[in-house]
């Protein structure tokens, strides 16, 4: 069975060209989600996927943008497909991965893919090991000094006449500027 599936964005908002060329391409079904690419739910994506659901089925696109969206979400969907017997096939493109040279296509795309995760965790451990050697530890900065943390504590601990915390949490909390939870990170650390 050939499902097809198409996608528009809310600056393009004429499925009917997408929905043509699937019907002309012998499609048996057609879905049309309009949503950006950027959105993780695409509802008619998923009845597309629910009805390309036996070997030999294909799914037709008309071009490799409107189904994913990026190319990590391409392999892992072209990847999902090739494990259920599922076919891509692309019109504009003339990828068709029931052949030799649309699995050589994905493969080739899916290299890049992890060649390009492999370069950006190699960034990002350089740049760690680099603020290191500077001094710095990465996160983010203490919300209050030693100073502040000890001035926090001893009001914390400041006792009325009545045997009860002359300050509340939510008293220190304000004079420092930061939330109740806060205070009391800084109070068990310290307690």
Same mark, same amino acid.
């Given at each position: 069975?050939?499902?097809? =599936?198409?996608?528009?964005? *809310?600056?393009?908002?004429?499925?009917?060209? $997408?929905?043509?060329?699937?019907?002309?391409?012998?499609? &048996?079904?057609?879905?049309?989600?309009?949503?950006?690419?950027?959105?993780?739910?695409?509802? %008619?994506?998923?009845?597309?996927?629910?009805?390309? %659901?036996?070997?030999?089925? $294909?799914?037709?696109?008309?071009?490799? &943008?409107?189904?994913?969206?990026?190319?990590?979400?391409?392999?892992?969907?072209?990847? *999902?497909?090739?494990?259920?017997?599922? &076919?891509?096939?692309?019109?504009?493109?003339?990828?068709?991965?029931s052949t030799a040279v649309g699995r050589m296509f994905f493969q080739i795309l899916g290299s890049i893919a992890e060649f390009e995760h492999a370069l950006m965790s190699e960034?990002?451990?350089?740049?760690?090991?680099?603020?290191?050697?500077?001094?710095? *530890?990465?996160?983010?900065?203490?919300?209050?000094?030693?100073?502040?943390? $000890?001035?926090?504590?001893?009001? =914390?601990?400041?006792? &009325?006449?009545?045997?009860?915390?002359?300050?509340?949490? *939510? $008293?220190?909390?304000?004079?420092?500027?930061?939330?109740?939870?806060?205070? =009391?990170? =800084?109070?068990?650390? %310290?307690?």
């Amino acid at each position: 069975m050939r499902i097809g =599936y198409g996608r528009v964005s *809310t600056r393009d908002q004429h499925p009917e060209a $997408q929905h043509d060329a699937l019907a002309a391409a012998g499609c &048996d079904e057609v879905y049309i989600d309009r949503a950006s690419g950027k959105l993780a739910r695409r509802p %008619n994506l998923d009845k597309a996927l629910l009805s390309a %659901n036996r070997a030999g089925d $294909q799914l037709v696109i008309t071009k490799l &943008d409107r189904l994913g969206r990026s190319l990590e979400h391409l392999i892992d969907l072209s990847t *999902t497909l090739q494990d259920r017997g599922i &076919d891509l096939v692309v019109l504009d493109q003339g990828i068709d991965t029931s052949t030799a040279v649309g699995r050589m296509f994905f493969q080739i795309l899916g290299s890049i893919a992890e060649f390009e995760h492999a370069l950006m965790s190699e960034r990002t451990i350089d740049g760690l090991a680099a603020a290191r050697a500077r001094g710095r *530890t990465g996160g983010q900065k203490p919300k209050l000094g030693s100073r502040q943390v $000890q001035l926090a504590r001893q009001m =914390y601990d400041e006792i &009325d006449d009545r045997g009860r915390h002359r300050f509340t949490v *939510t $008293q220190i909390a304000a004079e420092f500027g930061v939330t109740r939870p806060t205070i =009391y990170r =800084y109070l068990d650390q %310290n307690g």
